[in-house]
């Protein structure tokens, strides 16, 4: 089935680093959602986006609805070592709004 | 959000046997929830979606004789995988949608199903 394309696939960084990553689609989405999950957990919401340019805020998590409706990137300020995880981006397409279709995946590495 | 539980957590089976993974709703009822599958290191797939109350829509290539699907009621989705092989080895989430807001998709635990 089709699957977001999502970057980078991962990152190693220090705690204390802001972490960029974001997700694109050749499709127009209408909605975004940005998970988390840890090993062997189902994945945790963290923020859900459901217009074009919507910029959304979860406490150290930003995250925007891009204009073009085929992409969306999550921030992270000031990492910590609980931030480690795989973090998935996921949306409805327009042309399927019953289907939520997942990213690929970025898998974060914080160090202390 | 929406909770959302399953059970068991973990499961070990013999090859040639069928597993039944359960779905609940605990906060609200639910007339939808969707089944993925997550192989290790990959993302997420969309198996079926369960209906309550009528049949469920599988997805290309999901075989729904495979995978038995029965909504009966409004909190309580099961998944049973019949005669199971170690390819059906995977981790098996459910979701359902937030009540007026059903894009929004909360994820159950999962369950760990391994075939030997």
């Known amino acids: 089935g089709q699957q977001l394309n999502q970057s980078p696939q991962s990152m190693f960084i220090q705690e204390g680093e802001d972490v960029s990553m974001n997700c694109t689609s050749s499709?127009?989405?209408?909605?975004w959602l940005w998970y988390k999950q840890d090993p062997g957990e189902g994945p945790v919401l963290l923020i859900a986006l459901y217009k074009a340019g919507e910029l959304t805020s979860n406490g150290r998590l930003t995250a925007q609805f891009g204009i073009t409706r085929k992409d969306s990137f999550l921030n992270i300020s000031a990492s910590i070592p609980s931030d480690v995880g795989i973090y998935f981006c996921?949306?409805?397409?327009?042309?399927?709004?019953?289907?939520?279709?997942f990213g690929t995946g970025t898998r974060l590495q914080v160090f202390p | 959000g929406a909770v959302v539980s399953q059970h068991p957590s973990r499961v070990i089976c013999k090859s040639g046997t069928s597993v039944k993974i359960e779905c609940r709703s605990l906060d609200f009822q639910a007339t939808t929830m969707f089944w993925y599958r997550q192989f290790p290191k990959q993302s997420l797939m969309l198996m079926a979606t369960?209906?309550?109350?009528?049949?469920?829509?599988?997805e290309q290539g999901v075989e729904k004789d495979k995978f038995l699907i029965n909504h009966a009621s409004l909190t309580l989705s099961t998944l049973t995988v019949t005669s199971a092989h170690p390819e059906d080895s995977s981790f098996y989430i459910c979701?359902?949608?937030?009540?007026?807001?059903?894009?929004?998709?909360?994820f159950g635990p999962g369950t760990r199903l391994l075939v030997l």
């Open positions: 369960s209906n309550e109350g009528s049949k469920a829509t599988y």
């Open positions: 499709s127009i989405f209408n909605t």
């Open positions: 979701s359902q949608g937030l009540r007026g807001r059903e894009e929004t998709q909360y």
């Open positions: 996921a949306g409805h397409p327009s042309y399927n709004t019953d289907k939520l279709i």
